[in-house]
């Protein structure tokens, strides 16, 4: 049952039901033994964190920088600082130096969380030019601080400070005054056109979103729920706070990196994820399909056609299976589709939603077929995370991105522009009194920028309005959907589709170079390096027939007609992705700019 406690308090109010139940699994920085926290512990060091900032000098509403990847003293900072009535300003772990001065600056954050050498290193060299920081807290016991730096103490030390909670009764007062109008949160978003501006997020949109989210997702404190995604994105955070809210217990993964490994370990029955992780997933199921022998690859193309019928066209449509296919059914979920899960650690599946991109039919069908309950969702930073999402053991349309939740409106406008209503929805971004003019129309409603549509009840989306792209020819073109077409694909990690005032559609492909390479070895295709390896007219007429199956449904001025394969990643370094792994066109259309003025060459 959903404690609806604010949290200044939710912590303290969970000790309270729930003891000495596990909440954290954890590994320390660096370690590979996971460890597990308590409720009671965890109240412990949210009430000693509170008292620490309070003699530190922490004020009410004082915005507080934290710049880690996922790590429980993230959750200690924010429940520390909540306790207070201070904001938290989370910095994605991948950020740069220039975003977090820029950040630093705006907020005129004065206290600074970071976690790892990394997040510190870079802290420290912005320090001189950040005139508000005064302080910064390191989490990672094992950091090299500077020998000739003042400001930086170990979390251990700050720890110290609240020690015996020597502020308590001020404390108990700031609970008192706690309400739903105060900040909680400000986000800064890094658009795809570069632009960094902060989400105001109040407890009072929480609130709402968690009553919400609590009708339609059914997490509960029988779940053991995966931290996937950075803490940073609100997807992860607004699930993370509902969990929290439901008893549910945290496996809080540091390194995105090792979570399928993580996953093996631990045995999580939920997961917050972005499309690309369960795409990594089909690209794995369909190599060991193509390297099974004709029996096993007979029989794993018949398992994966009886889930497709069974979960798809019967219970997708609220329709009961006949019987000989239930049974069916049953027999390969026990045997085969039972394997694939215990090789991902989903022995106990519960739920797992999925948002912050297009969800392409082919990953969403295959994740159902195989027993795996995906919930698809959409939401923005804007909205608190949740817009609509499907609904768990209701009907629902492979291709939508669900039902609004309660409370939310929808209104389809200008060129099919999504607008949304709600006490979810922000009241703005920090000091962009100009932008928040542009934000929402007369009647209150924000403009998403994304289009769609409404039908039977179910939100579909269509595309980014500002990414659409218009064909020298005067065909409009969605990129994205082209692009997830192609994300299936084993041979394929990054793509970015050109059109835009262009006579055809092109892309830029990097490959999947281990895939690549083993193939490459495999036919004999010699190659002295990754350059030559793209230039080769083998690999190119390999990945071409691919893709011209992988665009069959596609009109004619949609394909892709030309490609150039890429022997480096796009990176965030190079400005070419956000912190959300988003393509940043611009960029990309300005560093690449001979590569693709020469595939429009006659």
Known sequence: MQNKSHFSVLIHEQAKKYGEKTVLNYR????????TASWNEFSEKVRQ??????????????????????????LFADFGAFGIRAVTIPFYATSSEQQIQFMIGDAQVRFLFVGEQEQYDKAHKVFPLCPTLERIIVFDPSVRINPHDPNTIFFDDFMKLGEGCPRQSELEELYKQANDDDLANILYTSGTTGESKGVMLTYGQYAAALEANDKCVPVGEKDRVMNFLPFTHIFE???????????????????PKEVQQAMRETHPTCMS???RFWEKVLVGVKEKIDNANAVERKLMLKALAVGRKHNIEYLSRGKRPPLPLHLEYKMYDKTLFSLIRKQLGLEDAHFFPTAGAAVSEEVEEFVHSVGINMIVGYGLTESLATVSCDHLGEPYTVGSVGRPIEGIEVKIGENDE??????????????RDALNEQAFDA?????????????NGELFLKERIKDLFKTSNGKYIAPQMIESKLLVDKFVEQVAVIADERKFVSALIVPDFHVLEEYADDNNIQYANREELCRNEKIIKMLHERIETLQQQLASYEKIKRFTLLP??????????????????QVLNKNYKDIIDKMYEE
């Open 443 to 455: 009647e209150g409603f924000f403009h998403t920028g994304d289009a769609g549509y409404l039908r």
């Open 273 to 275: 994820s972005v499309p």
């Open 418 to 431: 999504v607008l949304l209503k709600g006490p979810t929805i922000t009241k703005g971004y920090y000091k």
């Open 237 to 255: 955070r607004g699930w993370t706070y509902l969990c929290l809210s439901e008893g549910a217990e945290l496996i809080v993964n540091t390194y």
């Open 28 to 35: 320390d920085f660096g370690s590979l033994k996971w460890k």
């Open 49 to 74: 964190v509170s008292n620490a900032m309070l003699n530190l000098g922490i004020r009410v509403q004082e915005n507080v920088g934290v710049f880690s990847q996922n790590t429980i003293y993230s």
């Open 568 to 585: 480096h990643n796009f990176t965030m370094e190079a400005g070419e992705l956000t912190n959300t792994l988003k393509i940043r066109r």
